[in-house]
Nanobody, 121 residues
Framework: VQLQASGGGLVQAGGSLRLSCAAS????????MGWYRQAPGKERELVAA???????DYADSVKGRFTISRDNAKNTVYLEMNSLKPEDTADYYC????????????????WGQGTQVTVSS
């Protein structure tokens, strides 16, 4: 299984970016998908998550600014980031819980390679 993330970049404060992460290879179905971020010197933290049914969860710091969505047919998760702040600067990682076969008892977690988001003030 591979998770390929894209969409990071440099943006001014108040700007927007859209991250994408596509999963491929050996997938029967995907349970939850999510985005995490890690700033220099800090621990990785959950930004947003979405279940296969579309239920979402957000970190308090991004509520009202970020929107997570997914396309189950494309095994892809998106993160729309608006009103970006310098404190949003971090490497963003996608995560997916994947079932490889119909009789798997539990999903297996995978990480994407990370995409850098830099917000200038």
């Amino acid at each position: 299984v591979q998770l390929q993330a894209s969409g990071g970049g440099l943006v001014q404060a108040g700007g927007s970016l859209r991250l994408s992460c596509a999963a491929s290879g050996g997938i029967y179905t995907i349970n939850s998908m999510g985005w995490y971020r890690q700033a220099p010197g800090k621990e990785r933290e959950l930004v947003a998550a979405i279940t296969s049914g579309g239920s979402t969860d957000y970190a308090d710091s991004v509520k009202g600014r970020f929107t997570i969505s997914r396309d189950n047919a494309k095994n892809t998760v998106y993160l729309e980031m608006n009103s970006l702040k310098p404190e949003d600067t971090a490497d963003y990682y996608c995560n997916a819980e994947i079932y490889h076969d119909y009789d798997d008892h539990a999903p297996e977690g995978y990480w994407g390679q990370g995409t850098q988001v830099t917000v200038s003030s």
